[in-house]
Nanobody, 126 residues
Framework: VQLQASGGGLVQAGGSLRLSCAAS????????MGWFRQAPGKEREFVAA????????DYADSVKGRFTISRDNAKNTMYLQMNSLKPEDTAVYYC????????????????????WGQGTQVTVSS
């Protein structure tokens, strides 16, 4: 599975962005999907994940209530709607895909994801 993330940019605090992750190759619907981010000088961290069917989601506490993850299996695409953005959300955002046998399974661990996109920069100014 090849992944292409897009939609990043510069936005003021309080603003919104929508990230997309387009997948090609493989069977998209066999994979749980996730978003991770890495700020300068910090380790990569989990942001959000969605199950194969889209029926289960999980969020980091820092983004819960502000970010919404979703997927469209017909379009082989995953999304991350980011609202009420804060300067601390500034990071490179990576999408990832990981094969899961169970339809409802999701994971916060990066090691569960075999395929990664190239990342898209999100910068939130104060």
């Amino acid at each position: 599975v090849q992944l292409q993330a897009s939609g990043g940019g510069l936005v003021q605090a309080g603003g919104s962005l929508r990230l997309s992750c387009a997948a090609s190759g493989g069977t998209f619907s066999n994979n749980a999907m996730g978003w991770f981010r890495q700020a300068p000088g910090k380790e990569r961290e989990f942001v959000a994940a969605v199950s194969r069917s889209g029926g289960s989601t999980d969020y980091a506490d820092s983004v819960k209530g502000r970010f919404t993850i979703s997927r469209d299996n017909a379009k082989n695409t995953m999304y991350l709607q980011m609202n009420s953005l804060k300067p601390e959300d500034t990071a490179v955002y990576y999408c990832a895909a990981g094969y899961q046998l169970r339809v409802g399974a999701i994971s916060r661990s990066g090691v569960q994801y075999q395929h990664w996109g190239q990342g898209t920069q999100v910068t939130v100014s104060s």
